[in-house]
């Protein structure tokens, strides 16, 4: 099992511009998320999905789209990155929100974003 | 609004030793609680969940304990090594239930 991939792992983009960062698990979790995490900051939840189809969104979503077409795949796009969007990017899945055994959350790798 | 703390100066301790991490949180009541640690440049690794109808948890060399009165959870390593050098994250779940909260993390030393 892979577990929670995501891609790239660095990226550099001019502010304006936009991009996809990649996330996909291969455990068949039905939850997915997505985090930043910045400095003193903590992790702070953007978008999440507890099935393929459906999508809400979380604490800092602004500037972020996110769709969840497969129960594998949950992309998170930057519509027109801006400079506050420098962060580290998460990505994580569970078998469910609301657990009942004792799973917690599996997180991708990470993408470190700089938007310049 | 829901606020969770831990402390963000950095814990040192002696290899050996018990290192105990403070998670405090206000204006909610969560049903469940997790802690994770998270090494540089890696994604945070689950430990553990602690229910609001559990006092404590153990896992090995860890505790967790979980008071829904002080609403607070420590979480304890017994006989340190310096492997467990990490910054660990508590996260109670939100009052929805569809997702979980942060805190910032503690940063723990453990010096050989």
């Known amino acids: 099992n892979a577990g929670v991939t995501q891609t790239p792992k660095f990226q550099v983009l001019k502010t304006g511009q936009s991009m996809t960062l990649q996330c996909a698990q291969d455990?068949?979790?039905?939850?997915m998320s997505w985090y930043r995490q910045d400095p003193g900051m903590g992790l702070r939840l953007i978008h999440y999905s507890v099935g393929a189809g459906i999508t809400d969104q979380g604490e800092v979503p602004n500037g972020y789209n996110v769709s969840r077409s497969t129960t594998e795949d949950f992309p998170l796009r930057l519509l027109s990155a801006a400079p506050s969007q420098t962060s580290v990017y998460f990505c994580?899945?569970?078998?469910?929100?609301?657990?009942?055994?004792?799973?917690?959350?599996?997180f991708g790798s990470g993408t470190r974003l700089t938007v310049v | 609004s829901q606020k969770i703390e831990q402390n963000s100066e950095a814990l040192n301790i002696q290899e050996g030793k018990t290192a105990t991490l403070t998670c405090n949180y206000t204006?909610?009541?969560?049903?469940?609680l997790q802690w994770y640690r998270q090494d540089p440049g890696r994604g945070p690794v689950f430990l553990l969940l602690i229910r609001e109808n559990e006092k404590e948890k153990r896992k090995e060399r860890l505790k967790v304990t979980f008071d829904t009165t002080l609403k607070q959870s420590l979480f304890h390593i017994t006989a340190s090594q310096p492997a467990d050098s990490a910054t660990y994250l508590c996260a109670p779940e939100n009052n929805a239930g569809n997702m979980l909260t942060f805190g910032g993390g503690t940063r723990l030393m453990v010096k050989p």
């Open positions: 204006n909610y009541s969560p049903a469940y």
């Open positions: 455990m068949n979790h039905e939850y």
């Open positions: 994580a899945s569970s078998y469910h929100p609301q657990p009942t055994l004792n799973y917690g959350y599996t």
